[in-house]
């Protein structure tokens, strides 16, 4: 296995909007982890949030590899 730091910026500027990086934490039977999401503020986040609890779908295939959008 291959492993690589990603590093994440603390925030983005999009269409002249700054985004700002927001933790989220959760609870398995194997641990407690972290995912990270860009929104426009908390409620912001939440939002996104919500919306990726009911929408999320693992996708097929493993990560081959991680592209900047900048």
């Known amino acids: 296995m291959n492993n690589q730091a990603v590093t994440l910026a603390q925030s983005a500027v999009v269409g002249?909007?700054?985004w700002q990086l927001y933790p989220v934490g959760f609870k398995t039977?194997?641990?407690t982890f972290s995912v990270y999401l860009y929104?426009?503020?908390?409620?912001h986040a939440a939002a996104i949030l919500?919306?990726?609890?009911?929408?999320a779908v693992l996708r097929d295939g493993d990560l081959a590899g991680i592209t900047r959008n900048d």
């Open 29 to 31: 039977e194997e641990g």
């Open 39 to 43: 929104a426009i503020n908390r409620e």
């Open 16 to 18: 002249g909007v700054k």
């Open 50 to 55: 919500l919306e990726l609890k009911e929408t």
